[in-house]
């Protein structure tokens, strides 16, 4: 079955940077648009960015320009890459293929001010 994993979260100052990672298994990974979504403390879950298996990338506005998703179809392994980080990124982020409904157990992005 699906199964994903990720992992890079942790705790950074604003500004600062980190680098998000989810290894997928259970699929054919290169065929796959993965995602990246965060849900902020008491809010709803919110879909950051997407990537197809060609490299065509969207992100949502609150991000763009500091956050870049990437993928290495070899590895099956897709990242988000976090830069000028904020307060407001604060959140549990986890990674999905569009396709299946498998949730992993996300990873934790503390930005302190």
């Known amino acids: 079955q699906v199964q994903l994993v990720e992992s890079g979260g942790g705790l950074v100052q604003a500004g600062g940077s980190l680098r998000l990672s989810c290894a997928a298994s259970g699929m054919i990974f290169s065929l796959n648009v993965m995602e990246w979504y965060r849900q902020p403390p008491g809010k709803q879950r919110e879909l950051v960015a997407t990537i197809t298996g060609g490299g065509s990338t969207t992100y949502a506005d609150s991000v763009k320009g500091r956050f870049t998703i990437s993928r290495d179809n070899a590895k099956n392994t897709v990242y988000l890459q976090m830069n000028s980080l904020r307060p407001e990124d604060t959140a549990v982020y986890y990674c999905?293929?569009?396709?299946?409904?498998?949730w992993g157990q996300g990873t934790q992005v503390t930005v302190s001010a």
């Open positions: 999905k293929s569009l396709i299946y409904t498998t």
